[in-house]
């Protein structure tokens, strides 16, 4: 064909794409990477593609510029997607849509509700793990997948009534359990929501069944948190990730006595922290005499116990931990504030409170149900319909340098989310530049993110 | 993908130039109008082939040819249709637009069909083949073809039409409620082809009976007509001469055990037509299953609830009853318990019921009062059972389960809450990938589907 003529020498390609020329450089199209067509055809003698030209004038200014089009609005993203798979560049895609370094922790606001069919509302949400911003939500006995331009979804059913425990070990297979199901279930979105294997708890006697409390996993491992059906023994299984075979279990309580002093709480919180190649298992119980927990820090590879704290009097209702602010956060059951310790001197300080520490009578139940997360430099803590964002300020003022900061770090907050008429939050999570948010009685997921930013 | 230039196709199409390749269309659709000029000696010229049509629409259906998808594009459904049909690739077009495989545990509301006049439907027949979907509507019948587009309405001599069946590829045989005999339309021309009607010369209390259910079987058609005298009875009627050739099962009387049969099923693996007629009362169901061997015509099994002995659950007599015809079973939905009966055809004795429940609390457990007490509909398709109470539809879904001796049955809402308040479901039927519900007095046919394609709705 009478594409234009270039010097061997030059960089300048053309490209013939379903009879429009584009004319871009070998370096533009190098980007791409290799395994990509579009690095292919830089090297290619005739350069033509039977496919549409306007879709490839977006991606052509997402592979120069990394930022989507304002006249990308004009196309959907379905198609866009499709077409970048073709290319092979739908990473590049990704990254202009939902790159985690785009998350504005302050200029958050909710851009879309994501509507579940059926009548159940979310028991438990999990964000892809790719970290691309898509999202698994389980509701009643199904899981509805989100892809990360939350425009694709996938449903597949499960054999839990309703499940509680929920994480994408790899890309399309989840990890599954429920606290009134036996079994973590591995289940294979791909195929359909088949049940790969199920994994128990391998130390019990093998008549009585254990269900799923928490799952967690490293790069290396799985966890899971078994409760044995009879609620007198917990502990925390260890998987090889890739095989899903037994390793080892630990954080064993067994309770086999007649109500002896500490009850057995079982762990519902398993998250790893990778920058100390520790496990932190928390969890609470509320009974008559008041509400009770644990926090503890496992070395997995020597499986010692680093660290523990037992919590008797504000105990938390929920615990996380920050990696990128090296320290554990907590929310106080009785009084509803926010705690944090330094990971760098466990057992140090102890909690230090973040929020007002007034004299509380512990009867209060101020915090219950609050949930606590982080993400990237920020904890998100949710209290009945809003939600507290609480960020570290840098000032250079360390200890009593000044009269006006006491702290020795200092962290302040700001509330959002409680618009009035909302119902209680259920579920935190976050992915991609984006927060997900789930309220008690409501068959939709909300989606939080920078306005400048969405999808 | 990059191609040699011999393969290279160009059309000038209303003025703008698009460049494939004759892969391209040959591959996805031979027969077509772009196939056959692809394949003209002059086609691979310098000159680009012309055609007079819409250049934007032309690119998105020459974007369909290339992935086999149809791009979200601003067109309406009927320029596209169109527009596939003047190149010759509807069937193309039929398989990108058409809805993936039925989940109905994950389905949701994606349309209402409504008839322009008369829109409330007194009947409805959906058929898995060519996924169309007929619906009776004050004595007229609209035919919505695959794309759930009208194709055609044709008006009937009848009042009203109760009970619709499709016994050739475009002819339906429909009964009334309110005037007797089975009459046989062709839809596609309008024309009456011809009726039939039950009459015995021995026995005169046979006449002006009406028809309460129609299925069509390779061996005629079976249709159940109830005579003004509580005679009643199940006709097997000849497709070509449409003349009765049996009477299966005559019964006279009105109680719960010898009604009418108000739902007859065929099942082509051994030949047997199984009847059931369920009457709701104030003190909750009772009712009858019954199969019959059109051969010998006589009854080969039969049940009655609420029965004596052990046949039935106390207090807890069938709803209504389908047949999955592939997997030769009988599900049943209990009228109190809301519970599935399970049945193997195969297998059937004095007591074949295999319950199954499920924790999951469903609509029977739901606020429904007393209005819709015991008022059901079940249909099974592709192994997925649907059922429905009142205004609500769930769907017992079976998943591979351990355990519990294989397989394990889950129990979902379909609906929302607010659908159920849109009134009581009278019929529910499945086709084409497609769930229809119809409620009482309600204009429209709703249609459930299931998408990967999430319905996000922004907020900003």
Not at chain 1, 121 to 134: L, Q, V
Request: aromatic residues 8%; negative net charge.
């Amino acid at each position: 064909m009478n594409l234009p003529a270039s010097a061997p020498e030059s960089n300048v390609v053309s490209i013939n794409v379903g009879g429009r020329i584009f004319q871009t450089t070998k370096q533009t199209l190098t980007l791409a990477g290799t395994d990509s067509l579009l690095s292919q055809l830089a090297t290619e003698s005739t350069r033509f593609v039977d496919r549409d030209p306007g879709l490839f004038s977006v991606l052509l200014y997402i592979l120069r510029t990394g930022n989507l089009p304002a006249r990308s609005t004009s196309f959907d993203i379905r198609d866009l997607i499709e077409e970048s798979r073709y290319y092979g560049i739908e990473p590049f895609l990704i990254d202009s849509l939902s790159n985690p370094s785009q998350f504005e922790a302050f200029d958050l606001r909710k851009s879309v509700i994501l509507p579940l069919n059926g009548r159940d509302s979310p028991s438990t949400i999990a964000p892809t793990s790719n970290g691309g911003g898509g999202l698994h939500v389980a509701h009643g006995s199904k899981i509805t997948s989100f892809d990360w331009s939350l425009r694709r979804k996938s449903t597949v059913l499960t054999n839990f009534s309703a499940v509680d425990s929920l994480l994408e070990i790899s890309p399309g297979v989840l990890a599954a359990g429920a606290t009134d199901f036996p079994g973590l279930q591995i289940i294979d979105l791909d195929n359909g929501g088949f049940v790969r294997t199920t994994l128990n708890w391998e130390n019990v006697a093998t008549t009585t069944t254990s269900t799923v409390q928490a799952v967690g996993s490293s790069s290396e491992f799985l966890f899971a948190s078994f409760e044995s059906s009879r609620r007198n023994s917990n502990s925390v299984m260890v998987y090889d990730l890739s095989t899903l075979l037994p390793l080892f279990e630990m954080d064993r309580c067994d309770n086999y006595g007649v109500g002896g002093g500490d009850s057995v709480i079982p762990s519902n919180k398993l998250r790893w922290i990778r920058s100390c190649n520790l496990l932190m298992v928390s969890g609470s119980h509320a009974s008559p005499s008041g509400v009770s927990g644990h926090v503890r820090f496992w070395d997995v590879r020597s499986r010692d116990m680093v660290w523990e704290i037992k919590e008797r009097g504000d105990c938390f209702s929920d615990v996380t931990v920050s990696e990128n602010l090296s320290a554990v956060f907590k929310v106080g059951v009785a009084s509803g504030e926010v705690y944090y310790t330094d990971l760098r001197s466990l057992g140090g300080k102890g909690w230090v409170c973040l929020g007002e520490e007034k004299k509380r009578s512990l009867d209060e139940r101020k915090g219950v149900g609050c949930r606590i997360e982080s993400y990237g430099n920020h904890v998100f803590c949710s209290k009945g319909n809003g939600i507290e964002l609480w960020s570290e300020v840098i000032t250079g003022l360390v200890g009593n340098a000044s009269r006006d900061v006491l702290e020795e770090r200092v962290f302040r907050k700001n509330s959002f989310a409680a618009d009035s008429g909302e119902n209680k939050i259920t579920g935190l999570a976050f992915g991609g530049n984006r927060m997900f948010v789930t309220r008690k009685d409501q068959q939709f997921i909300e989606v939080w993110q920078s306005p400048s930013r969405g999808v | 993908m990059v191609s040699d230039v011999s393969n290279r196709l160009k059309l000038n199409v209303g003025g703008e130039i698009f460049e494939t390749t004759s892969s391209t269309i040959q591959s996805t659709c031979p027969d077509s109008l772009l196939a056959a000029l692809s394949s003209t000696p002059t086609s691979h010229g310098s000159n680009p082939i012309f055609i007079d049509r819409d250049p934007e629409i032309f690119s998105v259906i020459l974007n369909l040819l290339r992935t086999k998808r149809l791009s979200s594009a601003v067109f309406s459904k009927q320029e596209l249709l169109d527009e596939a049909l003047y190149y010759g690739v509807e069937s193309l077009l039929r398989s990108a637009m058409s809805p993936p495989p039925l989940q109905a545990f994950d389905a949701s509301l994606t349309s209402t069909i409504t008839p322009a006049t008369d829109g409330v439907p007194s009947a409805f027949t959906a058929t898995a083949g060519d996924a169309s979907l007929w619906i009776a509507h004050g004595g007229m019948i609209s035919v919505y073809d695959w794309s759930l587009s009208h194709a055609v309405t044709v008006r009937t001599h009848l009042a009203d039409v109760t009970s619709i069946c499709r016994v050739w590829d475009e002819a339906a045989a429909i009964g009334s409620g309110s005037a007797s005999g089975l009459h046989f339309y062709d839809l596609s021309s309008g024309r009456y082809l011809g009726s039939t009607h039950w009459t015995d010369p021995e026995d005169p209390r046979i006449h002006k009976s009406r028809v309460a259910a129609v299925t069509d079987s390779p061996r005629g058609v079976f249709a159940s007509f109830d005579c003004l005298h509580r005679e009643n009875s199940v006709l097997q009627i000849d497709k070509s001469t449409l003349q009765v050739t049996a009477v299966i099962g005559q019964q006279s009387g009105s109680s719960a055990k010898n009604s009418v049969p108000e739902k007859l099923r065929w099942v082509p693996d051994n030949g047997l037509l199984i009847g059931s007629a369920v009457q709701r009362g104030v003190f909750g169901c009772s009712g009858y299953i019954r199969i019959w061997d059109p051969r010998s015509r006589d009854i080969v099994w039969e049940t009655s609830e609420p029965g004596s002995g052990r046949s039935s659950r106390f207090g807890d007599a069938l709803a209504d009853v389908d047949v999955d015809v592939e997997e030769s079973v009988i599900y049943k939905v209990c009228s109190k318990s809301g519970d599935l009966g399970v049945a193997d055809l195969r297998k059937l004795g004095e007591d074949p019921w295999v319950y199954v429940s499920d924790e999951n609390p469903g609509a029977w457990s739901a606020d429904e009062g007393g209005r819709s007490r015991g008022y059901s509909v079940v249909h099974c398709y592709r192994k997925q059972v649907v059922a429905a109470r009142g205004g609500s539809l769930e769907v017992w879904s079976s998943v591979e389960g351990k355990g519990s001796g294989g397989l394990v049955r889950r129990r979902n809402f379909v609906d929302k809450g607010e659908d159920c308040k849109r009134g009581v479901i009278s019929r529910v039927e499945a086709g084409g990938d497609r769930l229809f519900v119809s409620r009482e007095c309600m204009e429209g046919v709703e249609v459930w589907e299931s998408s990967n394609a999430s319905s996000v709705i922004s907020v900003v």
